[in-house]
């Protein structure tokens, strides 16, 4: 194993975390073949629900041991160190079994919570049985999670990013697998196949856990130092360290998940009132909530693998009280995601159709979620980015002011959107998702300005290049929409014109706006001429270079 830096450290776990996603974006093309989408409704209710137990559990304290054990190692306190982890891993067990517990014990009430009055899809028995087989994983999962913290915190980002994909391929082994056999082979019901399904969480968090702990064992001494200063740092120190650190890091994660939980509870009780039929109205709560988030993880993977790479780099460097460090750190985190996610969100809008008929079928209003969903996923990028920041610079009143305002702002504006949208003949399926976009904004907008007056962090070369990058990404979108128009197969009456369709306008696109942002020195402006020889170099074996 080897340290990483910034850059390479994000690189890594991005490139693992897109090869996670897009493992996570494949398997529903099978899965929801299999289940169908009543069964794809009755999926997202209980993983949506755990997703939220999850982040209760485990987000915050994982994410604060990488943050505690990066400072205690750049100080050189490595007895504090371990005893971080030790104590961190204590109180991870009993939370655990708490919202193991609750889940568990409270699965029938969360049901009729999520479903309401609606009838005709899915039973409340059917609910609460797939949130108790979905219950176990949040026993092993916050286990796994605060051991990635641990390698992240030393900055060893690889072993982190090779059990997510360990986590994920057995998880997706037992979806595919679990639901053929019940409903194909033994003609088992829709309730067990699904259940079965959710229950992939835990084996695949057990199978990366089992990973991690030969990783450590064989790498002992990588961590097992000497102190090389002087501490004198007790355990209720610590302890407070933990929960100070890990709350804002709970706060963060629990308002995106319950931002899912609301749209898809809003959408439901709202769509039902505007006389859609209940399988339209499951289908697009699911759609909005779960199927078009799984596209949409090809977005998210560069928030998620920066913020493993981000938190440890920016809690060494205001450490070391380098101010300038912390601000080109802030600047190239937030202009390099918009970089990456800007043309893959304007991709996915201008393909919505084909890609969700590869993915699911033929569908009214699937589409139209997705179209609009992937700049909710762009903007909820940036917002995970700049909270991620506030955390590791200890700014947590704006995080705290941020996410409480923007889950606000998104359920005040749910169902006023969906029936705006109605009213002036928009399609309502979109009304969540645009209430989404503004609370993110909200929270973006008010966490920069927090960081430019107490960090003094100048933001104008984010503005800058996120202006100069809309270039290419506007160029691109006009071109392939005139470029579709022409095409033979872009009817696409089946799911091989529709890949047809989807491999040319990826041919097409890409290098459009590759090329028009090499023209603009976009890529030298945020990652850094040093950095991009180096990629240069390893993609033309040594025969490209920028002088």
Same mark, same amino acid.
């Given at each position: ?7 390479? +450290? =994000? ?22 073949? %299999? ?47 371990? #005893?971080?982890?030790?104590?961190? $891993? ?40 797939? !949130? #108790? ?7 092993? %999962? ?28 057995? $998880? ?40 991690? $702990? ?46 899912? =939980? ?139 002011? =941020?996410?409480?305002? +923007? ?30 976009? !503004? ?23 984010? %503005? ?5 990058? !809309? ?44 090329? %028009? ?16 020889? $180096? ?10 270079? !920028?002088?």
């Amino acid at each position: 194993m080897k340290k990483n830096n910034f850059v390479e +450290g =994000t690189l890594i776990a991005t490139l693992n975390i897109v090869l996670v996603k897009i493992l996570g974006m494949l398997y529903v093309i099978p899965f929801y073949n %299999i289940v169908g989408s009543q069964g794809g409704a009755l999926y997202s209710y209980a993983y949506n629900i755990y997703m939220i137990f999850l982040s209760i559990s485990s987000a915050g304290l994982p994410n604060a041991i990488a943050k505690i054990i990066s400072e205690y190692n750049t100080l050189g306190y490595h007895d504090a160190k371990n #005893r971080a982890y030790k104590i961190g $891993r204590n109180i991870i067990a009993f939370i655990s079994i708490i919202a193991f517990l609750v889940l568990f014990i409270f699965a029938d009430e969360i049901a009729k919570l999520i479903l309401g009055s609606l009838e005709g899809g899915n039973t409340f028995e059917d609910v609460a049985f797939v !949130i #108790r087989c979905v219950a176990p994983a949040v026993l092993i %999962i916050p286990f796994l999670s605060i051991l990635k913290g641990y390698f992240q915190g030393h900055k060893y980002v690889s072993p982190s990013s090779i059990s997510q994909v360990i986590e994920q391929v057995v $998880r997706i082994f037992v979806i595919l697998c679990g639901s053929y056999l019940v409903l194909k082979v033994f003609n088992g019901t829709l309730k067990v196949a699904v259940g079965l399904s959710v229950a992939g969480a835990f084996f695949g968090g057990l199978a990366a856990y089992i990973f991690l $702990r030969i990783k450590l064992h064989k790498n002992k001494k990588l961590f097992d130092l000497k102190d090389e200063a002087k501490e004198k740092i007790d355990n209720k120190t610590i302890i407070k360290k933990i929960f100070a650190y890990s709350i804002p890091f709970v706060v963060i994660s629990v308002a995106c998940h319950i931002y899912n =939980t609301t749209d898809q509870i809003l959408v439901l009780h709202t769509l039902d009132k505007l006389h859609f039929s209940p399988e339209d109205v499951e289908h697009i709560a699911s759609a909005i909530s779960t199927w078009s988030s799984k596209i949409c993880m090809i977005i998210n993977a560069m928030s998620m693998g920066m913020t493993v790479s981000l938190i440890p780099s920016i809690v060494a460097a205001h450490t070391e009280k380098d101010d300038a460090k912390v601000s080109k750190l802030v600047n190239q985190s937030i202009t390099m995601v918009a970089f990456i996610s800007l043309p893959l969100a304007t991709g996915l809008c201008v393909l919505a159709k084909p890609v969700w008929y590869v993915f699911y079928g033929a569908s009214k209003y699937g589409p139209i979620v997705l179209a609009i969903q992937v700049f909710s996923a762009l903007i909820g990028n940036i917002f995970v980015i700049s909270s991620s920041i506030c955390q590791g610079l200890s700014k947590y009143k704006t995080v705290y002011i =941020t996410n409480f305002l +923007g889950f606000i702002l998104n359920a005040l504006l749910d169902v006023p959107m969906i029936y705006l949208c109605n009213a002036i003949g928009w399609s309502p399926v979109i009304g969540s998702s645009i209430a989404s976009m !503004i609370g993110y904004t909200v929270a973006i907008i008010i966490t920069c300005i927090s960081l430019n007056r107490y960090q003094k962090i100048n933001f104008g070369f984010t %503005i800058k290049n996120i202006f100069k990058m !809309i270039i290419p990404a506007a160029v691109m979108a006009v071109v392939l929409i005139i470029f579709n128009k022409i095409l033979p197969f872009a009817e696409m009456k089946s799911t091989l014109e529709s890949i047809l369709l989807i491999v040319c306008d990826v041919a097409v696109g890409a290098p459009i706006f590759i090329g %028009i942002s090499w023209f603009m020195n976009l890529f030298t402006d945020i990652m850094g001429k040093p950095m991009v020889n $180096r990629l240069l170099k390893k993609m033309t074996f040594g025969k490209l270079q !920028i002088k």
